[in-house]
Nanobody
Framework: VQLQASGGGLVQPGGSLRLSCVAS????????MEWYRQAPGKQRELVAT???????YYEDSVKGRFTISRDNAKNTVYLQMSSLKPEDTAGYYC????????WGQGTLVTVSS
């Protein structure tokens, strides 16, 4: 099982990015999928969750700004991020909630003017 995140980059405050996480070897539609982030010097934190039924949950600081979704045909999970803030700067990772796969390299998001 492999997870490959992409879509990060440098963006100005208030900007938007869409992150993608392509899974190989295991379905995303049949599992609870999550996006995490880890800022320099901090612990990894959960950002967003999508269940197999399509319910979504968000960490308080990103509610109303981030949207998690998935494309079952592409076995891909997305994180649409808008109104980005400097404190959103971090490496972003996706994984399965249950029986997590090895953590991939993630994708780096830098919010700075």
């Amino acid at each position: 099982v492999q997870l490959q995140a992409s879509g990060g980059g440098l963006v100005q405050p208030g900007g938007s990015l869409r992150l993608s996480c392509v899974a190989s070897g295991r379905s995303v539609s049949l599992n609870v999928m999550e996006w995490y982030r880890q800022a320099p010097g901090k612990q990894r934190e959960l950002v967003a969750t999508i269940t197999s039924g399509g319910s979504t949950y968000y960490e308080d600081s990103v509610k109303g700004r981030f949207t998690i979704s998935r494309d079952n045909a592409k076995n891909t999970v997305y994180l649409q991020m808008s109104s980005l803030k400097p404190e959103d700067t971090a490496g972003y990772y996706c994984n399965y909630r249950y029986a997590p796969a090895p953590w991939g390299q993630g994708t780096l998001v830098t919010v700075s003017s």
